[in-house]
């Protein structure tokens, strides 16, 4: 703040030591020069309030910013984020992968028969499942980059930069189990009523010039592949998967 106004406050200053100096023709002079000098004074003490002022309504319009930035990222019942900010994050990542020559790969996870499972317990119990499975993925997920969103309904995706298919098909593994552990009772599954999921995994090497929809198709055809093989198991992407989708 000093430093924005320093030229006014350096004029403040001369205008003291002349009053100092009594070197005014009258008193009159004086008293004139002294009441232009307050209304100065008065008027630079505003300009300081209206800059401070200012300053915290940017910062407070900043803090709003982010937070309404922050709310657009997440899915507001599962708390994690939304499938806006999944294709930001791909597309990010995917140009990162690109230009350092590393691999990246994606998950894709649907809950075994969750329409059975709202059909016996309700919307509001099956909000609470949601929750509670995105909670342990996210568990199970967490390297500062990788990125965990839901897709749509019972489905998520997660996001594992630097990671090859041996990486991810680990990760989903884990995935698997740790939710398989909750013991979640489901009694419309016939997967030893409990909650359970089924994960497609796929891995790419992008290229330049590469279509990034292609490992989101092949992910997508490696979820499907789980689920045709019985659900409650992890598959990852082959040539043959994309035959009968």
């Known amino acids: 703040m000093n430093e924005i106004f320093a030229k006014e406050e350096q004029v403040a200053a001369i205008a003291e030591k002349l009053l100092q100096s009594r070197v005014f023709s009258s008193a009159k002079d004086e008293q004139n020069y002294r009441d232009l000098f307050e209304e100065y004074k008065t008027l630079l003490k505003q300009m300081i309030k209206v800059v401070k002022l200012s300053d915290l309504i940017q910062l407070e319009l900043k803090t709003v910013s982010e937070k309404l930035e922050?709310?657009?990222?997440?899915d507001s019942l599962t708390e994690i984020?939304?499938?806006?900010?999944f294709n930001e994050a791909y597309l990010r990542e995917w140009s990162s992968a690109?230009?350092?020559?590393c691999p990246l790969a994606l998950l894709m996870i649907d809950i075994d028969y969750f329409k059975k499972y709202n059909d016996t317990y309700g919307h509001l119990q099956g909000d609470k499942?949601?929750?509670?499975?995105?909670?342990?993925?996210?568990h199970s997920v967490n390297r500062p980059r990788d990125i965990l969103a839901r897709f749509g309904?019972?489905?998520f995706i997660v996001l594992l930069p630097e990671t090859g298919i041996n990486g991810a098909a680990y990760m989903a593994q884990k995935v698997s189990d740790n939710i398989e552990k909750l013991a979640i009772e489901h009694a419309g599954s016939v997967l030893d009523k409990k909650v359970t999921v089924s994960i497609g995994v796929a891995a790419a090497h992008p290229k330049d010039g590469d279509n990034m929809d292609m490992l989101l198709k092949q992910v997508d055809h490696a979820l499907y592949a789980a689920k045709r093989e019985g659900r409650n198991c992890a598959r990852e992407y082959d040539l043959s998967q994309d035959t009968g989708y």
């Open 153 to 155: 309904g019972e489905e």
């Open 70 to 74: 922050r709310v657009s990222q997440i």
């Open 98 to 101: 690109v230009r350092a020559n």
């Open 81 to 85: 984020y939304n499938k806006r900010y």
């Open 129 to 138: 499942c949601l929750k509670t499975v995105a909670a342990e993925i996210q």
